[in-house]
């Protein structure tokens, strides 16, 4: 093999800073995300959601939304949640905790 | 994006709306997006209406958070889909109950989602006696066979039958496929079962559900936790691929799909720009790059053997155009494949207007496909009509972006598909012959058709269906009828279906004409006249209704009452009833309802054509009018 191709030079890229619940702007873009995503499922306008909107006070959130909602997080950030992280996405602040927990493990 | 989707929502750019949600949708095909997408359907519907089509489940596990997904795909499809769920895992119980909620919701089409390990535990958890698969396999279709059978008697809704699937990790390992009995082999088994019960029974189809698992990777389709959980078997991704794999079927049954494929030249059937690269700098042909812009040719080859028709629509010069499609070496299309062909400088939206005018079709039988996101997005905008399909970045994606499309399935291929473009051809010839002609009696005669009507054959019940399906033009009332419904009517007491096929002399148009006939007690009804608009303005019309009137003559009807249903495209058939001597009964929420005296009536057929009227029974002996 005398003609090897010489190594490429790393090309650089910028760094990616991990989403981690200490990480405040990663954080609060999942919340703006988690929010639109809840506001579209349960038919209700994004500004009449706050950090403790539950199942107790949104009529909609009934347990085929909370699977429709599990799904649809599932896909907009290509993860999976095991069944008891499933019981626990039972409010806004909540959600947003355990979505940026499990972007923050990869 | 959601402000310029509202911008052009409220400010009634419909066309503009819809593409922007359609381009959303695709980016992300989530229940929360399928909601918005929902919402904004609502409010394009007047002005942008969907079929309405009610689609049934029979189902062993949970396809409620899917129902969303399909209802949003279709609303982007053209169809307003109303969807039923029956219970988890009840299908036979529903099937055999004439009473059942899947009769009481009248559905258009049902699916049958049910999965190996539902139907055949032991055959998915367990591969162990070969004789025991054996009774398995033939237990599973004789199920199928009976349930087939039964929902028949009831209904004659489409059928659609999921396929089994292989089970991942077989009992056997690697030596299952050693054995012509392994578990592998007996869903095989079955699922030939399937297809060859779906080819028996008309209106039942087999949806290829193992294929679809594999296309995903069968180890990313399933989702354990979640079956265990809520019996919801696969991944939230792989929800949008069944999603869009039931509106394959849904698309072509509720006859959304498109006639014409209409596509650019540079840089979508060859890489490079033909005026700037020049023929000999052109990429078509077996090597990377041109083996991708060939493959997107090989999917068009495809799609013209199912009857569909392609054209160009290109900004070139045209000589040099048809040129480099004859003569270069590596493309598979040649310039004798296009029914119509727009190579100017003309915008797109003013050729497709031209080109659906050359052929006949309606602008909703359009679809484009180009690889300019200008182009694109101007057609979506001035067209709303056309189905457009933007080619993605990368030439490697194109077919395969091409071929998923819903708008390009058919259930079904006639005799009639396979030839198109040669009846197209014959079309051309005969609209050149037209302009020679100093009178419209001249033309007529020169053109020394044949029409023949008979009931409908067994045969021809797919493309009696189809045209029900497709014919919105001359169409007196808009009914649509599957090939089941087809099949029914034609065997019921007191109810003719007439096939009209039509030939002259450049050549045959094949079945072009469907009309059903109810009649009983000196009365007869017309429930569907239609003409296909092949043969439009060719006085066919009054050739079907003489031989109709001979009919009802025989049958010693008093006189024959015919509906006409206003619909938005059926225009062209307004004065039908008017100029063939009927009289106006009612108009009401219903339509019009309009009457020829049997006895009075002096109709006859034009001169210029001869008509036969065939069949069984002493009608049977062909009657020259």
């Given amino acids: 093999m005398g003609n090897r191709s010489p190594v490429e030079a790393p090309v650089e890229t910028p760094f990616e800073a991990p989403v981690e619940t200490g990480d405040q702007d990663g954080l609060l873009a999942v919340r703006q995300r988690v929010r639109q995503i809840a506001a579209d499922l349960f038919a209700v306008p994004v500004d009449g959601l706050t950090e403790e909107s539950s199942p107790d006070s949104i009529g909609s959130w009934d347990s085929l939304n909370h699977l429709n909602l599990v799904l649809a997080l599932e896909q907009e950030w290509g993860i999976q949640f095991s069944p008891e992280e499933m019981e626990e996405l039972l409010s806004m602040a909540r959600i947003a905790r355990v979505v940026a927990g499990k972007l923050g493990e990869g | 994006m959601r402000e310029s989707i509202e911008a052009a929502l409220a400010a009634g750019r419909y066309g503009e709306a819809r593409s922007a949600v359609e381009a959303m949708w695709r980016a992300q095909p989530t229940a929360a997006s399928a909601n918005y997408v929902m919402e904004c359907a609502g409010r394009w519907r007047e002005a942008l209406p969907g079929r309405p089509w009610r689609v049934y489940f029979l189902r062993s596990f949970t396809v409620e958070p899917l129902v969303p997904l399909l209802r949003a795909g279709g609303a982007l499809a053209g169809l307003d889909l109303t969807v039923g769920v029956g219970p988890l895992g009840a299908t036979m119980q529903e099937v055999l109950a004439g009473e059942s909620e899947l009769y009481r919701f009248r559905p258009d089409t049902v699916i049958v989602a049910v999965q190996t390990r539902d139907i055949a535990p032991r055959l998915w958890e367990d591969g162990a006696p070969g004789a025991g698969l054996a009774a398995v396999v033939a237990e599973v279709v004789e199920h199928y066979t009976m349930l087939v059978e039964r929902f028949r008697s009831f209904s004659q809704a489409d059928l659609i039958l999921h396929s089994l699937e292989e089970p991942v990790h077989p009992s056997w390992g690697v030596l299952d496929g050693q054995s012509p009995e392994g578990q592998a082999a007996a869903v095989q088994e079955i699922n030939q079962g399937l297809r060859r019960l779906a080819g028996r029974w008309p209106g039942v189809y087999v949806l290829g559900y193992d294929r679809l698992v594999a296309s995903q990777g069968r180890v990313h389709w399933h989702d354990e936790r979640k079956w265990l959980l809520v019996r919801l078997p696969m991944r939230a991704d792989c929800q949008p691929v069944l999603a869009n794999e039931w509106l394959r079927y849904l698309v072509p049954l509720a006859g959304r799909g498109v006639k014409v494929v209409v596509t650019d030249l540079d840089n979508t059937l060859w890489g490079g720009v033909l005026g700037e690269d020049g023929p000999d700098g052109i990429q078509v042909g077996l090597e990377h790059p041109g083996a991708h812009y060939r493959a997107l040719q090989q999917t ?270 059926n225009g062209p058939a ?28 002096s109709l006859v057929c034009p001169r210029w054509m001869r008509a036969t009227l065939g069949g069984e029974g002493d009608y049977g002996k062909s009657i020259a009018c």
């Fill in chain 2, 300 to 569: 068009l080859v495809d799609f013209s053997r199912r009857g569909l028709l392609l054209a160009v629509c290109s900004k070139n010069d045209e000589a040099e155009a048809v040129g480099a499609i004859d003569s270069h070496p590596g493309m598979l299309l040649r310039s004798g494949a296009f029914a119509a062909k727009r190579i100017n400088w003309k915008d797109k939206a003013t050729n497709l207007r031209e080109i659906a005018g050359e052929l006949n079709v309606g602008l909703e039988a359009l679809a484009l496909v180009d690889d300019s996101p200008v182009e694109c997005e101007r057609v979506r905008r001035e067209l709303p009509e056309v189905t457009v399909i933007e080619l993605p970045a990368e030439p490697v994606g194109y077919a395969a972006a091409v071929r998923r499309h819903p708008v390009f399935e058919r259930l079904a291929v006639s005799e009639e598909d396979r030839v198109r473009g040669e009846l197209y051809r014959a079309q051309k010839e005969r609209a050149t012959a037209q302009r020679q002609f100093g009178t419209v009696e001249e033309f007529y005669e020169s053109l020394a058709q044949e029409v023949v009507m008979t009931p409908v054959e067994p045969a021809h019940e797919q493309r009696v269906a189809q045209l029900t399906q497709k014919t919105n033009q001359f169409n007196l009332t808009g009914r649509r009828y599957s090939e089941a419904e087809i099949h029914e009517l034609a065997r019921r007491r007191g109810t003719t279906v007439f096939q009209v096929a039509v030939r002259d002399r450049y050549g045959d148009n094949g079945i072009v004409g469907v009309i059903v006939f109810r009649h009983a007690a000196g009365v007869g009804v017309i429930e569907t006249m239609l003409m296909s608009c092949r043969v439009i303005g060719r006085t066919v019309e009054t050739a079907m209704m003489a031989l109709l009137l001979r009919y009802g003559r025989h049958l010693g009807l008093q006189w024959i009452d015919g509906w006409f249903v206003p619909t938005a495209k």
């Fill in chain 2, 574 to 601: 307004r004065e039908f009833y008017a100029t063939h001597e009927f009289a106006l009964v009612e108009t009401g929420e219903a339509g019009a309802r309009w009457r020829l005296e049997v006895a009075n009536s």
